[in-house]
């Protein structure tokens, strides 16, 4: 049997944790009881609800009643955007975001906007980042909300989200971060950001999917999107998917932990990758800046190849992802790609690698070797002359 692909796409999801797994094996079998019971099996399930909470707090640095536990990034982004817009839309129907936001941001605010509100939507400068000037320029009288992610999944700019909060904080307008990306990654103090509402998806950090988080300040509110019994302090009903949130938990604890002994193995091997990359081929680019970036995310723009060929061709030894598409009518650029105003004959090749704790030194000089081949032959193909 052929060994799986070399995995560097953990921007994408990652791999259960075996710390985790071991942690949520008895609430799979023996603890299966709900929280909401008050027999012990309730009890069990509830103790272990508020533990996670506890790890979840944190390493945010907030305080449990502070986290709401939900579906993942989608459901957080969700709740914030809608549920804000719905509260305060007797104040205000104006909201202020990127354009290189995740689809679970845009997608609400489009929605918003079809109902509506009015969305500003910021451009990026060339590294991906959002400039706070332009932050403070956008608010108007009738702003509500500003929502920019913390970190972008496809190059891993890093936004100066504190900054932007003290923008946010002068103005009286409430701020929210998608963190979906960061949380685990780089650290994600919420009073250190100064954010209003943080937004964590479990299976970006080695927990299960389908299990994430909201960070909501004390004494914010928002209104609710899902209706039903009191569960979460009646912020988010629903039965709580006690599993998936002791799993989170304890990747919130394994997060911390590595945290500390900062992000060095990520780095040197993302690093490592690039620089096999640009010692074997000529015509490419490094998107983003590296002292900005997600410290395990490398986003590469190969001249005169497309992204999606790329992959399919080295599919079978190398996962990683495109930034760009190519279709029957053109080449369609993913928003983030377009954004950061690539020149279009490196767009097109823009893939993403994003390494991970398992990631090793022999997979990276692997991979590097498999991706030069391959945008060689590609190139040798489109231009046999080169
Ligand atoms: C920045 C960002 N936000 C939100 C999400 C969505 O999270 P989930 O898959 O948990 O709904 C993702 C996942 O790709 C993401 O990268």
């Known amino acids: 049997m052929a060994p799986d692909p070399i995995y560097l796409d953990y921007n994408a999801t990652t791999p259960i944790d075996p710390g985790v ?48 536990f939900t579906s993942g990034g989608t459901e957080s982004n969700n709740m914030v955007i809608q549920g804000l817009a719905w509260r305060l839309a ?79 904080r002068e103005h009286g307008v409430l701020l929210h971060t998608d963190a979906a990306q960061s949380v685990g990654k780089i650290p994600t103090r919420a009073d250190e950001l100064g954010v209003d509402f943080l937004s964590l998806a479990g299976h970006k950090l080695y927990a299960p999917k389908g299990i994430g988080a909201l960070y909501i300040r004390s004494g914010r509110h928002l ?28 990747a919130c604890e394994l997060a911390a932990e590595r945290l500390e002994g900062g992000h060095g193995h990520s780095q040197a091997l993302r690093d490592r990758l690039w620089e096999g990359l640009h010692g074997q081929l000529p015509d490419l680019r490094r998107n983003g800046d590296p002292e900005t970036c997600l410290p395990n995310t490398l986003s590469v723009s190969f001249r005169g190849v497309d992204a999606a060929t790329l992959l399919a061709e080295i599919g079978d030894r190398v996962a990683a992802s495109a930034g760009a598409a190519c279709h029957a009518e053109g080449v369609e650029l993913s928003a983030v790609v377009a954004a950061m105003q690539i020149p279009m004959d490196y767009a097109m090749g823009t893939v993403r690698f994003s390494v991970g704790r398992p990631t090793t030194e022999a997979e990276v000089d692997t991979a590097v070797q498999v991706v030069s081949e391959a945008v060689q032959r590609l190139r040798e193909v489109a231009s046999p002359t080169r």
């Open 90 to 168: 007797s104040q205000g129907r104006h909201i202020i975001t990127s354009l290189v936001e995740h689809p679970a941001v845009m997608e609400p605010c489009y929605s918003l906007e079809r109902r509506g509100f009015c969305v500003s939507y910021l451009p990026v400068d060339g590294k991906g980042r959002v400039d706070p000037e332009t932050v403070s320029s956008a608010i108007t009288s009738e702003t509500i909300l500003i929502t920019i992610m913390h970190a972008n999944n496809e190059v891993g700019a890093i936004q100066p989200i504190a900054e932007i909060a003290a923008v946010a």
């Open 21 to 68: 797994a071991e942690a949520m094996l008895p609430f799979l079998h023996r603890h299966f009881g709900n929280p909401s019971s008050s027999h012990a099996y309730g009890i069990t399930a509830a103790q272990a609800v508020s533990a996670a909470r506890l790890q979840v707090a944190d390493l945010l640095h907030a305080k449990p009643d502070e986290i709401v």
């Open 223 to 250: 209104d609710r999107l899902i209706h039903g019994a009191s569960h979460e302090s009646g912020r988010r009903a629903g039965t709580e998917n006690v599993l998936g949130i002791v799993g989170l938990g304890k």
